[in-house]
């Protein structure tokens, strides 16, 4: 693997009387796809929510593409990042189209016209095309999550966060996110991901980061983090959701 | 707020209606609805005290601008610097004497008592105790005051004397003149023949203008020794009693003959109808610009303290904003309107339906500014996240993602709030603005005719608020669809 896009050190984020990220060193490389695993209250989603700032860090430092992000402008910075979230957080006063154009319009990276044309490229893409022109509450679950995938797609993003992308689908929804998921980190796209779809993070992940209790506790390779874990702690965990 | 405000105004002011050049002009306030003395007759305003200053205007090079207000705020207007001349039938009395000048008198009046034809009461001894009625201000209030009791205190002596007739007082205490024109209209009332007391009527004029009372006294004087004086009130008296006759309702018709007569009376004749669509167009221009800048300043307060509240940025700011809104809320709007007009302004001439607009406004807008925080706390706090993780800036959250759905939410809540200030603005009489509820006292002041009138004023509010209602209902469901 090549680059550094993310490289975070002794990350620590505490809320009043909680510390929900612990002092968390980690890199994320160009092309991979990190997968963030652990029980609830673990302080996964917090510590990707630093990632682009949604949390401010108490403590320690993050760096972009070499660069402390303390020290960029936070909307530059965000508009190279994409984030999807557990409830989607699709505009519902826009239609599906204009969901997606309006970041890249707005922020000036294209012109109303080619941020049009990248939309329904992506729209084709997910087979959604024929929804352009709907408004999102006339979309099911998983419809409206892949269209929040590739509204963050549209910005041309260097790395997606996903914050439980299925957490909130009925089960059938489930597949569909998952395999447009799939099919971006096949296609080599950056991705951080919390979740609790073990099975599939096994399959798709370049490396598992364990979490508990605000701290990395392991991490590695699908094979060594979940198939042959060593901690008793990690143990017990994938010996109940497996 | 008001420092603000003034600014605000004053550049606003400059802009839309230039300097006026006051130089050659005098400015007279006066209660137009205290016949002989003062009355609206048609488009203009006559009588004995318009008459008099507009003849020594004129022997001094002055033009004359004559401005209706309450009696409350006449010799308000002249302390403050608003008008340069009170001249309204009013009482030289030592209270008075320590805010203004009083020129030389020009009349001796008596204070008369009104009673129904059946009344208990033969003289001023029956008043104790009994429910009596002023003009608020007036020398009858304060001997009433004084002397008998609390009296009910009515901003316009025909309100007071239709309160009479319905019942709802048993005297009313007034100047002699306009007492005798209301008797001679109304054939169920009568006066008591001795006066309750005396008094001396003067013009009012700042105690910074003594060349300006110099002036007057030394024109008065020669008009009371020509006898010009004496002419002008014997004819505008006169004038008055033939108007009382033909005002007289006879008794022997039909109910519906009655009501057609009122009608006759109250908007046909003397296009007084023209009262009411006049002041029916002031009111729909106070209302649709004081909506336009409260939504202005309701927009940028409520993102304001929002802001700050979200980031905690911005807390000067919001310190303002909260402070503007404890004020605003915390104080009656017919206050806020007067100490605008009445301190804000008190030196500039500034056009009346501007104040209005700004007072209603910047009133609205502390109600509309809450409404729609409330509306951008119910936005999902994710909506938020979602902007501003693809990149865009705060305010450009705001503006394309928060705002548009906050509005949304608070537009019944917001169409609620534009019915009441367009009811609110009825108000504005205070300052002497001829809007629609003014256009209304106007009629009820000529005819003396309660009825009428306020019906007429009560269905045109109505109207327009039912097409309101209207209109936000078809804005909502188009909203709507859009989901």
Do not use: W
């Not at chain 2, 004359?64 to 001349?85: N, R, T, Y």
């Amino acid at each position: 693997m090549n680059e550094n896009i993310f490289e975070i050190r002794n990350l620590t984020k505490k809320f009043s009387h909680v510390t929900a990220v612990n002092n968390v060193s980690t890199d994320i490389k160009r092309g991979e796809a990190v997968f963030i695993v652990g029980p609830s209250g673990s302080g996964k989603s917090t510590f990707l929510r630093c990632l682009n700032l949604l949390e401010t860090p108490s403590g320690g430092k993050i760096f972009f593409k070499g660069q402390d992000v303390e020290k960029l402008n936070i909307n530059k910075f965000r508009q190279q990042l994409g984030m999807v979230f557990q409830h989607f957080n699709l505009f519902p006063n826009m239609t599906i189209h204009d969901n997606i154009v309006l970041a890249p319009v707005k922020t000036e990276l294209a012109t109303a016209k080619e941020a049009s044309k990248t939309a329904d490229l992506l729209l084709k893409r997910i087979g959604l095309y024929d929804k352009r022109n709907s408004y999102p509450n006339q979309l099911s679950g998983g419809q409206k999550q892949r269209v929040a995938i590739i509204r963050a797609l549209a910005m041309n993003p260097d790395v997606l966060l996903f914050d439980e992308p299925t957490s909130a689908l009925d089960p059938e929804m489930v597949g569909e996110v998952l395999t447009l998921m799939k099919e971006l980190a096949n296609d080599g796209m950056t991705m951080a991901v919390v979740t609790h779809e073990i099975g599939f993070a096994a399959g798709v992940a370049d490396r598992i980061i364990f979490m508990d209790q605000g701290q990395i506790i392991t991490s590695g390779t699908p094979e060594t983090v979940i198939e042959n874990p060593v901690n008793p702690r990690v143990k017990e965990f994938f010996s109940k959701v497996l | 707020m008001r420092l603000f405000s003034t600014i605000l105004l004053t550049v606003a002011t400059l802009f839309f209606y230039g300097c006026e050049d006051s130089a050659k002009k005098l400015v007279m306030v006066t209660t137009a609805t205290f016949p002989p003395y003062e009355y609206v007759s048609g488009d203009k305003i006559d009588g004995i005290d318009p008459e008099i200053i507009i003849r020594i205007s004129e022997r001094l090079g002055y033009s004359v601008e004559i401005q209706d207000m309450s009696f409350d705020s006449v010799l308000a207007a002249v302390q403050s610097g608003k008008a340069d001349i009170a001249a309204s039938g009013i009482t030289v009395t030592e209270e008075r004497k320590k805010k203004v000048d009083f020129t030389t008198p020009y009349v001796i009046a008596e204070q008369l008592i009104i009673v129904k034809n059946d009344s208990p009461i033969k003289s001023a001894a029956d008043l104790m105790k009994k429910r009596i009625g002023v003009q608020h201000g007036t020398t009858g209030d304060s001997y009433v005051t004084e002397n008998i009791g609390e009296p009910e205190r009515y901003k316009e002596a025909p309100t007071a004397v239709a309160a009479l007739i319905a019942g709802k007082l048993d005297a009313v205490v007034i100047d002699s003149e306009p007492a005798k024109v209301y008797v001679s209209r109304n054939p169920g009332l009568k006066l008591l023949k001795k006066p309750l007391t005396y008094e001396e009527y003067a013009f009012a004029v700042s105690k910074d203008n003594p060349e300006l009372l110099k002036k007057i006294n030394t024109e008065l004087i020669k008009m009371q020794q020509s006898g010009e004086l004496e002419s002008i009130i014997k004819h505008y008296k006169e004038i008055n009693s033939e108007s009382s006759q033909n005002g007289a309702i006879s008794d022997n018709k039909t109910f519906l003959e009655r009501i057609k007569d009122s009608f006759q009376t109250n908007f046909a004749k003397n296009n007084r109808y023209m009262y009411l669509v006049k002041g029916f167009i002031v009111t729909l221009e106070v209302t649709f610009f004081a909506v336009i800048l409260g939504i202005i300043i309701g927009f940028t307060v409520a993102v304001i303290r929002s802001c700050a509240d979200q980031t905690g940025k911005l807390k000067i700011a919001d310190m303002l904003c909260k402070i503007y809104l404890t004020v605003i809320r915390g104080t009656p709007v017919v206050v806020q309107l007067m100490i605008i007009y009445f301190v804000i302004f008190s030196s500039v001439n500034v056009d009346k339906v501007l104040v209005a607009i700004v007072a209603f406004g910047i009133n609205s807008g502390a109600y509309v500014a809450e409404i729609i925080r409330g509306g951008i706390m119910a936005v999902d706090k994710g909506q938020m996240e979602a902007g501003r993780s693809l990149g865009l800036s705060y305010i450009q959250s705001m503006k394309s993602i928060i705002l548009p759905q906050a509005f949304k939410n608070v537009l019944p809540a917001l169409g609620n709030e534009f019915i009441v200030l367009l009811k609110e603005t009825s108000v504005s009489g205070y300052i002497a603005l001829q809007d629609l509820t003014k256009g209304g006292d106007i009629i009820r002041s000529q005819t003396y005719d309660a009825f009428l009138p306020l019906i007429a004023v009560a269905l045109i509010y109505l109207a327009v608020v039912i097409f309101l209602s209207y209109m936000l209902g078809i804005l909502e469901k188009r909203l709507k669809k859009n989901e």
